[in-house]
């Protein structure tokens, strides 16, 4: 299941460029999210990971992707980046869970 992507405050004419760049992030997780190609999607949602670089639903979602194409400790780094960014991430640490405990190289 995928994570829905964070929505952030009130959009005002005068965004601050960290707001402005989280808004452009969500718009390029989407097109990861909905990108036909494993290589498309993970473009597009590092991209949204590096324009906001404190969301931690990105790096997730990246680590959701490497896992299902067997790239298991490039998903382990992502599911730590977003405990990192947010300790109490269930997703991620159930994640990163399932991975350690099942081996996954």
Known sequence: QKEA????????TK???????CLQATKEAERGLNASS?????F????AARLCAEEPA?????????SEIGKHNDAKFEFRQAIDLDPDNQIARDELSILENSGGQ
């Not at 992507?5 to 005002?12: G, H, K, L």
């Open 5 to 12: 992507i964070p929505a952030t405050a009130a959009r005002s």
């Open 15 to 21: 965004q601050p460029k960290e707001e402005g760049d």
């Open 38 to 42: 494993d290589a498309d999607r993970i």
């Open 44 to 47: 597009y949602l590092r991209r």
């Open 58 to 66: 990105y790096h997730v979602e990246l680590g959701k992707l490497y």
